[in-house]
Nanobody, 124 residues
């Protein structure tokens, strides 16, 4: 079991920054951030594996940074140069079944534990 609790969402103007946090009660080699905008399907934003290797959706490359503090079992998403199209509910996810060094899923089907979400709203 890896209960997850996100925090850090809010409302910002375009060009602004936010940092999301996700506190996990346990460790998972693969963790990720997803987002879902109203009327749209949930999409992957970023993943990070046990080595700290990361992947990003093309839409956020160069603007968002995923990181983790394994000592604190905490996942982060630093979001810079925010755009109105980044407005969504952001979810963290964990895949505790992934082995050490395994490539992380970028699709939500690979993740069995999810947080409740934190809202990010970017105004123009």
């Amino acid at each position: 079991q890896v209960p997850l609790v996100e925090s850090g969402g809010g409302s910002v103007q375009a060009g602004g920054s936010l940092r999301l946090s996700c506190a996990a009660s346990g460790y998972a080699n693969c963790m990720a951030w997803f987002r879902q905008a109203p009327g749209k399907e949930r999409e992957g934003v970023a993943t990070i594996d046990s080595h700290g290797s990361t992947t990003y959706a093309n839409s956020v490359k160069g603007r968002f940074t995923i990181s983790r503090n394994n000592a604190k079992n905490t996942l982060y998403l630093h979001m810079n140069s925010l755009k109105p199209e980044d407005t969504a509910m952001y979810y963290c996810a964990a895949d505790p079944s992934a082995g050490f060094g395994a490539r992380c899923w970028t699709d939500q089907v690979g993740y069995s534990f999810w947080g409740q979400g934190t809202q990010v709203t970017v105004s123009s």
